[in-house]
Nanobody, 129 residues
Framework: QVQLVESGGGLVQVGGSLRLSCAAS????????MGWFRQAPGKERDFVAA????????YYADSVRGRFAISRDNAKSTVYLQMNSLKLEDTAVYYC??????????????????????WGQGTQVTVSS
């Protein structure tokens, strides 16, 4: 099991930026695909971005592509989500997730929350006008 702790959320104005971090501990983090999801009040949890363990493949939801960037530092067991040009509709609780160590699914497979084993507690991002 991997323990995940998100940080970096907060209140930001439309057009602003935030950088979320997710620190992992526990079993090996290196070979896990990492993902970010978000859930707005009254809505289902949605996929945001994913990155494989080799850092050579990323995948984004259409709604954030070109504005958000996922990255990871395996030496620090940390994954990041750089969020730029934030919009009101980006307001949500953001969760990071870790898959079990595996290396044979395409990155698009990880757009499904059920394909992750471990989840963080979430960090609130609020975008105001």
């Amino acid at each position: 099991q991997v323990q995940l702790v998100e940080s970096g959320g907060g209140l930001v104005q439309v057009g602003g930026s935030l950088r979320l971090s997710c620190a992992a501990s526990g079993r090996t983090f290196t070979r896990s695909t990492m993902g970010w999801f978000r859930q707005a009040p009254g809505k289902e949890r949605d996929f945001v971005a994913a990155i494989n363990w080799r850092r050579d493949s990323t995948y984004y939801a259409d709604s954030v592509r070109g504005r958000f960037a996922i990255s990871r530092d395996n030496a620090k067991s940390t994954v990041y989500l750089q969020m730029n040009s934030l919009k009101l509709e980006d307001t949500a609780v953001y969760y990071c997730a870790a898959s079990r160590p595996q290396d044979y699914y395409p990155i698009t497979w990880y757009a499904t929350g059920g394909h992750y084993d471990d989840w963080g507690q979430g960090t609130q991002v609020t975008v105001s006008s």
